[in-house]
């Protein structure tokens, strides 16, 4: 009795039966949806793109990464270590991925979520942002955070030690990504990696506009650079002495002429230099720094 309940069951479900159907039909989506909501959302909340920000004590990067996260200004002290926080990309801030779809898609409208990690600005505690550069984890892009009201450039750098502080520090973190590409053993070198350098506090009088904050920091950069140069000359270490994988302690183009940021496409890295503000009277703009962030995810 039990064989042949066994075998109508088969047959039935073999056959055009309509319970067949429906159980193939359940199978058919279920699964699909299963395997989407439990594995792949799994895998992919530990796998956030991210987003790392670099720059000196100071220069706003705690109150950027406080009103990103939470959407409004917030008391902020000097960060000691590091600190790492999930976002959501404005609705309104395009991404790179969805250039290509349709205005009327509704994924348009769900938040892109991502992680930004600051990282303590004091000298004797960068060693967190370096290692964030040497070992990146699904690093997507570097921002940069300067005050620009501190870096008016005087007649000599040593007059003014926050633009000098700044370059060094700056000129340090691409030196890194230089390194990241020349020590690479792939034939395509590792995967690009951009640079915003976000010029914060334009609501100020006494700050410099981005372009000009480009080029002081290009001038600035070349003074460290030289200036290096001449301490390695100075302790008695000539170019003769130094072999192919010391020339690539050099930022940029060798150690000569001037410096600039477009050299660094060279080495896969892109710099772009916006200004904006997180504070001011007139409130916050930092519409740039989102759209950058958007091109990047």
């Keep these: ?42 895998t992919s909340s530990t796998t956030l ?6 720059g000196r ?9 406080t009103f990103f996260e939470r959407g409004k200004h917030a008391v902020t002290r000097t960060s ?18 969805s250039k290509y779809r349709s205005a009327n898609d509704p994924s348009n409208n769900f938040h892109k979520k991502f992680l930004l990690a600051d990282t303590p600005g004091h000298g004797k505690l960068r060693h967190y942002a370096y290692e964030s550069v040497i070992k990146p984890q699904n690093l997507k892009g570097i921002i940069f955070v300067v005050d620009a009201a501190d870096l008016a450039p005087g007649n000599d750098s040593s007059t ?22 020349t020590n690479s053993k792939s034939r395509k070198g590792p995967k690009a990696l951009s640079v915003l350098i976000a010029a914060n506090k334009l609501d100020l009088f006494t700050a410099l506009p981005a372009p000009l904050v480009k080029g002081t920091l290009e001038s600035e950069i070349t003074n460290v650079r030289s200036s290096r140069n001449k301490g390695l000359l ?24 001037k410096f600039e940021f477009s050299q660094m496409e060279d080495f896969n890295v892109d710099v772009t230099v916006a200004g904006g503000n997180v504070l001011g009277s007139e409130g916050p703009d930092v519409k740039k720094w989102w759209d950058w962030i958007g091109d990047h995810l």
């Design 57 to 65: 004590s100071g220069s706003g990067k705690t109150a950027l990464l």
């Design 1 to 42: 009795m039990l064989g042949t309940d066994s075998q109508n069951w088969l047959s039935r479900l073999m056959g055009p039966d309509p319970v067949a159907i429906l159980i193939a039909v359940f199978l058919v989506l279920s699964v699909p949806l299963f395997l989407h909501l439990v594995i792949y959302r799994s």
């Design 160 to 181: 003014n030690q926050p633009l000098r502080q700044t370059a060094e520090y700056l000129h340090d973190i691409l030196l890194l990504l230089q390194s990241r590409s």
């Design 80 to 97: 000691q270590s590091p600190l790492t926080v999930e976002v959501s990309l404005p609705t309104a801030t395009a991404t790179a991925s």
């Design 49 to 54: 793109p991210s987003f790392l920000l670099v």
């Design 234 to 257: 100075d302790s008695g270490i000539g170019m003769d002495d130094m072999d192919s994988g010391e020339e690539r302690e050099w930022l940029g183009e060798g150690g000569e002429g």
